[in-house]
């Protein structure tokens, strides 16, 4: 741990001054042979990881980053910091300490969701991801302060799962250090564990009040007109299901001004997340049934806006008890949804629900 410290000691005192002075026509910056090739080595070395994990450090490609980095990558989730989800030694963007995170790639929210979205959509998963998790006691969860202020530290900040912060005013405490890992891989495995390897499909491997929760607090996703192509099966180690996006569900509930589609005059409590009386989405057609179908049924048109009682009825009750609410929404919904193209019959959709 020696080593380590004397590393992490020359980037704190030195990044900022090289990082200044840097140009692309200058050499190497001492601080890049230690973070980019030094420290992977030696946490390899000092955590014993196995094989299936790669280390990799980095200060940014083209210009020095804001926030350097090394990174821990479970191979079979990802080896880039851009995708998926790691455990991340992020300095702090004066150098005054770091945190070790476990965290998740910014660059695919930014792509699946853009910029703003985007944002929202991390933190929105990082508090399902803590919510869903056992191992991280003790753990700060607040978003980081990194002191960033370009898009990719903020989503390092903003994509905190479970985290840990070391000061460098002082010699790091191999102890304190090797057990803050150790306790944030037993929270990585379990994460992959319950999420397979996209963390984008988080809401969907969560429980179903997870899920309806989320809605609640989620970015609302506009679709454009017309037959979507559907999403592939999630992968994981413990679930094969389809891929639902609260994001496209909430805009049912928008959409019936947050009432119950069977009857408006169905009370129901006030969301605390949202404000608005808490009603759940339901899809008309089961998402389970996706593989029966060319294109999305994760589509506005197929789900509607149920108070939690009605949903419970529509999933629990005996297919006579339901069968007039499931002919009324058939055919409220079939010309809309022949435009997504996709078709049922009336027939067919019951036999789902028996």
């Known amino acids: 741990m020696e080593k380590i410290t004397a590393l992490m000691d020359h980037v704190s005192k030195n990044y900022l001054t090289e990082k200044a002075a840097y140009s692309k026509a200058m050499k190497i910056v001492p601080s890049w042979r230690k973070v980019v090739d030094e420290l992977p080595h030696e946490f390899k070395v000092l955590l014993g990881l196995p094989s299936t994990f790669k280390v990799a450090g ?51 929210y930014q792509n699946e969701y853009g910029a703003q979205d985007g944002k929202v959509e991390i933190k ?44 460098l005013s002082k010699p790091i405490n191999e102890e304190d250090f090797t057990q803050t890992f150790r306790s944030l891989l037993s929270a990585y495995l379990e994460l992959k564990g319950n999420v397979g390897i996209d963390i984008l499909s988080i809401k969907t491997t969560i429980s179903e009040d ?85 294109y999305s049924i994760d589509v506005p048109e197929n789900i509607v806006s149920l108070c939690p009682n009605c949903h419970r009825r529509i999933h629990l009750s005996s297919l006579s008890d339901k069968s007039d609410l499931l002919e009324v929404f058939y055919h409220k919904r079939i010309p809309l949804l022949f435009d997504r193209g996709i078709g049922i019959d009336l027939k067919k959709l019951k036999q789902f629900y028996e």
Not at 129 to 136: D, H, V
Not at 210 to 232: H, M, W
Not at 255 to 264: N, S
């Open 58 to 108: 980095s200060i940014g490609q083209g210009r020095m980053t804001e926030i350097p980095w090394v990174c821990f990558f479970d191979k079979d989730i990802t080896t880039s910091p851009q995708t998926g989800f790691y455990i991340a030694l992020l300095f702090k963007a004066d150098m005054s300490g770091f945190y070790v995170s476990l965290n998740q790639g910014w660059t695919q």
């Open 124 to 167: 929105a998963n990082s508090i399902i991801a803590q919510e869903n998790l056992k191992t991280i006691r003790g753990f700060n969860r607040d978003s980081l302060d990194l002191g960033a202020t370009r898009d990719l530290g903020k989503g390092y900040e903003l994509g905190n799962i479970a985290s840990k912060y070391f000061p």
């Open 210 to 294: 997870s899920y309806q929760s989320t809605i609640q607090t989620v970015a609302l996703k506009k679709l454009e007109p017309g037959p979507i192509n559907k999403r592939d099966k999630k992968a994981s180690e413990t679930n094969n299901s389809w891929v639902r996006d609260a994001s496209i569900s909430k805009s049912s509930l928008v959409r019936a001004d947050y009432k119950c589609e069977v009857d408006p005059s169905h009370l129901t409590f006030i969301s605390k997340a949202s404000g608005n009386p808490f009603m759940e989405a339901h899809h008309l057609i089961p998402i389970t049934r996706q593989g029966d179908f060319s």
